[in-house]
């Protein structure tokens, strides 16, 4: 859980540096920043969890600290959304920032079929307003993370990236 947010709060952090929207970029910032300050306390109270043992306080801790991150990375996710649809200056040549750009990319394409879909195939009501019944979602990168295969999103034994290996190689 600790590499996932790492890689989340990675993510976060290359999607600030190109976004063309200042404001959409200082709120990835705070909420890969939070994402990474609740990894890091995740971290700790595992580690002290294992030297302790087990006990009730320490478990609900733990449990507390996990369900903390998944909201920080379901806020950064949502805050890379609206980074994505502002917009997002070019990657350099770095292959993790081509990744990043890569991913977003697709998750783009992924919302801009939906909504010509949906203006396709839409369902108003009289005041021309969309039916909410019946309506599919629309994509977000949430949803485009939890289709990657179970074999993509295997967690490292290590939370440090090794030679060769990118960010975005460890999907959540």
């Given at each position: 859980m600790v590499s996932d947010g790492q890689v989340v709060v990675k993510f976060g952090n290359?999607?600030?540096?190109?976004?063309?929207?200042?404001?959409?970029?200082?709120e990835l910032l705070?909420?890969?920043?939070?994402?990474?300050?609740?990894?890091s306390?995740?971290?700790?109270?595992?580690?002290v969890k294992a030297v302790t043992g087990e006990?009730?306080?320490?478990s609900?801790?733990?449990?507390?600290?996990?369900?903390?991150?998944?909201?920080a990375v379901q806020h950064v996710l949502r805050a890379a959304d609206a980074a994505c649809v502002k917009g997002l200056g070019q990657p350099?040549?770095?292959?993790e920032e081509e990744e990043v750009a890569a991913f977003?990319?697709?998750?783009?394409?992924?919302?801009?079929?939906?909504?010509?879909?949906?203006?396709?195939?839409?369902d108003r009501d009289e005041l021309g307003l969309r039916k909410t019944r019946g309506a599919k979602a629309e994509p977000t990168l949430m949803s485009l993370v939890q289709e990657q295969p179970p074999q993509s999103r295997s967690i490292p034994k290590h939370p440090n990236p090794r030679k060769g290996h990118t960010a975005m190689d460890r999907h959540l």
């Open positions: 290359i999607l600030a540096k190109h976004c063309l929207d200042q404001r959409c970029s200082m705070r909420a890969a920043e939070h994402t990474q300050s609740i990894s306390q995740l971290s700790i109270v595992a580690r006990s009730k306080a320490s609900e801790l733990l449990l507390s600290n996990v369900q903390n991150l998944i909201q350099s040549a770095d292959p977003c990319q697709q998750w783009r394409k992924n919302l801009t079929q939906h909504r010509a879909k949906e203006a396709l195939n839409s």
